[in-house]
């Protein structure tokens, strides 16, 4: 062996920026977690004062940016179990933030939308977010912004096949 980083990973050309590359990876996935929970936490007053969690937030915020969506859509999207959804939605429901309708070719498809009341609940907490999302992106530049959209959604189609 040659020591230094090909003596770690083999004798293979190029491989001392494999560790840099994990180290990369393992920045960009802790930063992706951080991020997350940062763009949440600006809705935890709201939420606090409404009783509700975060899994509701998520809730509206799927139904608002895709009317008539399904719970099927939704468990498929939040990797969530039916019946965390079932207690999230009956919740959202009795309280008058979502209604259900059934789809007009197939009753017993239920169609999820928003009411004026969760419009009005989820429109609060995105605008907290949108700031958090505007600020950065301007930050970042229209090059580093369209390389980051092209990162998630080249993420997002591995996850969309699985």
């Given at each position: 062996?040659?020591?230094g980083?090909s003596g770690?990973?083999?004798?293979?050309a190029?491989?001392?920026?494999?560790?840099?590359?994990e180290?990369?990876l393992?920045?960009?996935?802790?930063?992706?977690?951080r991020?997350?929970?940062?763009?949440a936490?600006?809705?935890?007053?709201?939420?606090q004062?409404?009783?509700l969690?975060?899994?509701h937030q998520r809730?509206l915020?799927?139904?608002?940016?895709?009317p008539g969506?399904?719970?099927?859509r939704i468990?498929?999207?939040?990797?969530?179990?039916k019946q965390s959804?079932?207690r999230?939605?009956?919740?959202?429901?009795a309280?008058?933030f979502v209604?259900?309708?059934?789809?007009?070719?197939?009753r017993r498809?239920?169609?999820?939308?928003?009411t004026?009341?969760g419009?009005?609940?989820?429109?609060?907490?995105?605008?907290?977010?949108?700031?958090?999302l505007?600020?950065a992106?301007?930050?970042?530049?229209?090059t580093?912004?369209?390389?980051?959209?092209r990162?998630?959604g080249?993420l997002?189609?591995?996850?969309?096949?699985?």
């Amino acid at each position: 062996m040659n020591g230094g980083a090909s003596g770690r990973f083999g004798d293979v050309a190029g491989s001392a920026h494999l560790f840099l590359r994990e180290e990369q990876l393992r920045l960009g996935y802790e930063s992706m977690l951080r991020v997350g929970r940062e763009l949440a936490r600006v809705c935890d007053d709201i939420l606090q004062r409404e009783n509700l969690g975060p899994a509701h937030q998520r809730v509206l915020f799927l139904i608002a940016t895709h009317p008539g969506m399904t719970m099927t859509r939704i468990l498929q999207v939040l990797h969530i179990t039916k019946q965390s959804l079932n207690r999230v939605l009956q919740e959202l429901v009795a309280r008058e933030f979502v209604e259900r309708r059934g789809k007009t070719e197939d009753r017993r498809l239920k169609l999820l939308f928003l009411t004026e009341k969760g419009r009005l609940l989820e429109a609060a907490m995105f605008d907290l977010q949108r700031e958090r999302l505007i600020q950065a992106y301007r930050g970042a530049g229209g090059t580093a912004v369209e390389g980051f959209r092209r990162v998630l959604g080249q993420l997002m189609s591995d996850l969309d096949a699985a």
